[in-house]
């Protein structure tokens, strides 16, 4: 029973999957009621979308294509709630649309067909991470969130990848969950980053969720709650005889690395987290191995990227592993990513109609397409065609979209464990070339496009004139 | 009942309420546990943690404060559940941990006090955003989560209360959300906006969360689904006559424009979204002056930040109202805030010991803080003293920091409807003297350190010589 005055609540502004339907901009709602009330197309006319980045963001050699399995679990659960359908008759711009439409939303489901791209892999512009074919309306609705979920993922995996080639053979551990968009973001950010090579997470619900390993150290906080520094590394050790990992900054790090040496050589770690890393990281492993402490590792933090991680290595400092987070959760020297979701083709009854954006800039590449991938006998990365969906790709190349849903049913592909995406964009790493796996001055994306496509482009452009 | 083949799933990745507990990073909870063993603490030994941020990013002159709401409801719900507590019994970390610890999390509550300056006030560096006061254990575990929600809203606020800033009086919406860190940071994203002052939002899911007005357009696949322009055109009209607001930049901006003109007097709006926006206006507005649509408005939209609406304004481009995404949902300039969570006092006992910590560069403030808020006569802001919780401020300066829950119990303050901190947000900006107002070259923060605060940290200082 609701009272005439309810008692205040707290929203968490958390979402739910009771919220997918309206988890979109209000135009997609509105374009579909006003393509439901079209008179002029076939009862079954479908529309393609794909969903792409146009250009590769600057600092980016190539990205790594990340968020399929949540927008699949979006397309395949999305349904109108009674209070859904409820809240969007209160819009003015609702006032007049025919109560019909209402009652068809509560029915929706999503029908469509989905290629993709799986994750893990390393894809470069103009190449469609997704392929959507359904009735206009259906296809319509999903963009908002297929791209927020898309491009989230995709623009922290691309980051984490770099991260991963300058960290070699080193362990590193996302420790962003702070520092993330929310901690739903932070949550996308673990499982990116970890597609993309992380060796574990500091954040405990991503790795349950995820089923990944989960790590972590001891902060100033829990030091400065003791009057003694030792004291607070005797009662952790104490704690975790053969986890101890101990952060050695709060007073003063040489001091604070003899003091957690004391405790001998089942002392798991050290970490710094400020000062010059380089060099405290010599000196620690010197204070450490003098003790005998040979088997203590050193671990990193504090503000780290791909670029600082290449520089301590360069130098040679005795770093074993790396805390990553602010850099990388937010992908932070590019945190955002463009990713854009265009029609690329209408059937109206038995006719195929290929689309193409002609606009200065912004051309959109017409008709389904294909992705086929071509390595050297050696296994090395060579090039990309972007071809039209049904035309043959070069001999010997690979296909890179590949079904996940027929009529709203979710294929056996879609259902892929984390451990082939991350072994997927691994190979995918080891098979760059060096002008593309540089962190800086790389190759520019060796793609282009085959020769039905281009055919095709032009007859529509000379139609155009 | 479980099989030994548990049909396959697709995981959503939603942080839902259920997953609160463990919603923090590993250490937090292995601290907790070490904290429990002490022998060295009274029974009733309480932490208090201040979050704050220690310096401004570059470009901002002030943040907005954001996120509270978000941080109140995770702790007055976070409940440890069967299942996070059989997870934390699987981690080797806890294997040798007393079986006591996981009973105890089985009744955790967080009982501690809160207090904060409420959502849309504007803030400085080193002032206590929130200041908690519990057990060690409840104050540490809660650090991740505040962080993350409390960060992310500050930092989006933050920017668009300098878009609200370089709008002035014309109306700007928030069409970020599919640019956001996934989903669930589009609905903090579009919060936080809207509490900076934002006139709306696209995202539907999030305006009927948070009860704000919810504004769309159409978009580029709508207009390339017909043959023709206007066939589009005309058909978007006759679904929604009085809200057709239409993008007219599909294939030639001005010809749009003409087109949509043609739709007569009640067309609502037009849209551009690419090309020389401040041009583009001009002519549409003269195309559709001509045809007396004079009160057709113009709406401007493609990855619009606060200099660009700025410039934009300058040059006396007669656009309406802006549609601002990308650059405001993910802060783009500066993606990043740092705000941190760190102890200040300890009790033990009746002993109360304030915490400084004293690494180079990294100075913490000691004790229980509040902020003083000076303005002047004419009502414009002074300057802010930070001073010693219980020490007096200024005369006639207000406090910022009031309370909101007091023993895990959420106090009336905590429920504040969001147009009071919208209000409180544009009374803020109001009162923002020109060298603080700019947008660029802004004057220093004018904040200060009161006598108590500067005593307690020169006898700490001394103390530590």
């Not at 469609?128 to 791209?147: D, G, H, K, N, S």
């Amino acid at each position: 029973m609701t009272t005439s005055h309810d008692p205040p609540r707290l929203e968490p502004l958390l979402l739910g999957e009771d919220d997918y339907a309206l988890a979109t901009d209000l135009y997609q709602l509105t374009m579909m009621a006003a393509y439901r009330a079209r008179t002029d197309l076939a009862p079954d006319a479908t529309a393609t979308f794909e969903l792409f980045v146009r250009r590769l963001p600057r600092g980016r050699a190539f990205l790594v294509a990340a968020g399929l399995e949540q927008a699949l679990a979006y397309l395949s659960s999305l349904r109108f709630s009674g209070a859904d359908v409820a809240y969007l008759r209160t819009l003015p711009v609702f006032a007049k649309t025919d109560p019909g439409f209402f009652e068809w939303l509560r029915d929706f489901r999503f029908r469509g067909d989905v290629d993709a791209i799986p994750e893990g892999t390393l894809v470069y512009p103009n190449e469609p991470l997704v392929r959507i074919r359904a009735p206009l309306a259906e296809a319509q609705l999903v963009e908002t969130y297929l791209l927020a979920t898309i491009n989230a993922q995709t623009l922290i995996a691309s980051k984490a990848a770099r991260v991963r080639l300058a960290a070699g053979e080193r362990p590193f551990i996302d420790f962003g969950a702070r520092r993330a968009h929310g901690f739903g973001a932070a949550l996308l950010a673990t499982r990116a980053a970890w597609i993309a090579g992380a060796n574990g997470t500091s954040n405990v619900a991503a790795a349950k969720k995820l089923d990944i390993p989960v790590r972590g150290t001891a902060a100033h906080a829990f030091i400065m709650s003791f009057e003694r520094e030792e004291d607070a590394f005797r009662a952790y050790h104490d704690a975790y005889p053969e986890h101890t990992v101990l952060l050695v900054d709060t007073y003063d790090t040489r001091e604070g690395c003899r003091r957690a040496a004391a405790l001998g050589p089942s002392l798991r770690g050290v970490r710094l987290d400020s000062g010059d890393l380089g060099q405290l990281a010599r000196e620690c492993r010197a204070i450490l191995d003098e003790r005998g402490l040979t088997q203590t590792t050193i671990v990193a933090s504090g503000d780290l990227d791909e670029d600082k991680i290449t520089a301590l290595l360069a130098q040679g400092a005795p770093i074993d592993s790396f805390g990553v987070g602010t850099e990388m959760v937010t992908s932070r020297d590019q945190p955002a990513l463009g990713g854009v979701f265009k029609l690329v083709e209408r059937t109206d009854g038995a006719r195929r109609l290929p689309v193409m954006k002609l606009s200065e800039g912004k051309i959109t590449w017409p008709g389904p397409k294909q992705v086929w991938r071509v390595h050297d006998p050696e296994g090395r990365f060579t090039e990309d065609v972007i071809e039209l969906d049904g035309a043959p790709g070069p001999q010997g190349s690979r296909a890179l979209l590949r079904p996940v849903m027929r009529a709203g049913a979710l294929l056996p592909a879609a259902y892929e464990p984390l451990a082939a995406m991350r072994a997927r964009c691994a190979e995918g790493l080891a098979a760059l070339p060096e002008e593309l796996r540089r962190l800086h001055d790389f190759a520019d994306a060796p793609i282009r496009f085959g020769p039905a496509l281009r055919a095709l482009t032009d007859s529509l452009k000379g139609a155009a004139k």
